[in-house]
């Protein structure tokens, strides 16, 4: 059975058709696309020289050794690890329908070597206008950045009174992609400046990352 993960990218609107075609060379069969704000401070986008602070996220699930030739495209066709361009990384999947690795037993690729990451995409649900708290909070344990995605809550009056506090539909998620060394730091931060006991009521967890590109210190 083939390992699959989820490979996001996130990039410059500008980059959107590029990595598109990328994935259309490897016959990626599940993409989704949405569209976010990055979070980095003045500095940091000045330091990059990024011009716009827009960004297209890309999700796609491939199995784990595509998604190596895909981000070694990226790092080594495409430069993505250039200023302005973006960064992307694989998350492992635990499990999956049948039907999602059927539709990839025909792809054939060698496995090559690369470079554990040893870091993690930690992801924060708040109620919308908490996004700033949330990287203000974030910074200040270490986080140099992130991307937000504004979204809807699904949850139930029952869910709502157990918890005792009040939930706003309107959704802000941020993700953060942390070194190991620094995770915990900026989670237990996140989650005393925002979480569900503030007025921001979030919920904040991380996800291991295997691989990412977008910073060169990252590729053997």
């Given at each position: 059975?083939?390992?699959?993960?989820?490979?996001?990218?996130?990039?410059?609107?500008?980059?959107?058709?590029?990595?598109?075609?990328?994935?259309?060379?490897?016959?990626?069969?599940?993409?989704?696309?949405?569209?976010?704000?990055?979070?980095?401070?003045?500095?940091?986008?000045?330091?990059?020289?990024?011009?716009?602070?827009?960004?297209?996220?890309?999700?796609?699930?491939?199995?784990?050794?595509?998604?190596?030739?895909?981000?070694?495209?990226?790092?080594?066709k495409?430069?993505?690890?250039?200023?302005?361009?973006?960064?992307?990384?694989?998350?492992?999947?635990?499990?999956?329908?049948?039907y999602?690795?059927?539709?990839?037993?025909?792809?054939?690729?060698?496995?090559?070597?690369?470079k554990?990451?040893?870091?993690?995409?930690?992801?924060?649900?708040?109620?919308?206008?908490?996004?700033?708290?949330?990287?203000?909070?974030?910074?200040?344990?270490?986080?140099t950045?992130?991307?937000?995605?504004?979204?809807?809550?699904?949850?139930?009056?029952k869910?709502?009174?157990?918890?005792?506090?009040?939930?706003?539909p309107?959704?802000?998620?941020?993700?953060?992609?942390?070194?190991?060394?620094?995770?915990?730091?900026?989670?237990?931060?996140?989650?005393?400046?925002?979480?569900?006991?503030?007025?921001?009521?979030?919920?904040?967890?991380?996800?291991?990352?295997?691989?990412?590109?977008?910073?060169?210190?990252?590729?053997?």
């Amino acid at each position: 059975m083939k390992d699959l993960v989820l490979l996001y990218m996130i990039i410059s609107p500008s980059e959107e058709k590029k990595y598109v075609k990328v994935l259309n060379k490897y016959k990626v069969h599940f993409k989704t696309v949405m569209h976010g704000t990055g979070t980095a401070s003045s500095s940091i986008l000045e330091y990059f020289g990024l011009d716009e602070i827009d960004k297209t996220i890309i999700i796609s699930v491939v199995p784990k050794i595509m998604s190596k030739h895909i981000l070694m495209d990226m790092h080594k066709k495409d430069k993505i690890y250039e200023p302005g361009k973006g960064i992307a990384f694989t998350v492992p999947l635990s499990s999956s329908t049948k039907y999602m690795l059927d539709m990839y037993n025909d792809f054939s690729l060698e496995d090559i070597k690369m470079k554990e990451a040893n870091k993690h995409l930690i992801v924060t649900i708040s109620n919308e206008g908490y996004a700033e708290s949330i990287m203000s909070a974030a910074k200040k344990a270490g986080a140099t950045g992130g991307t937000t995605i504004n979204g809807r809550g699904l949850e139930t009056e029952k869910v709502i009174k157990i918890l005792g506090i009040s939930i706003e539909p309107e959704k802000d998620i941020v993700l953060i992609l942390a070194s190991d060394d620094k995770k915990n730091d900026i989670m237990n931060e996140i989650v005393d400046k925002c979480g569900l006991k503030t007025r921001g009521a979030g919920i904040c967890f991380s996800l291991p990352v295997d691989h990412v590109v977008g910073l060169s210190e990252e590729i053997e």
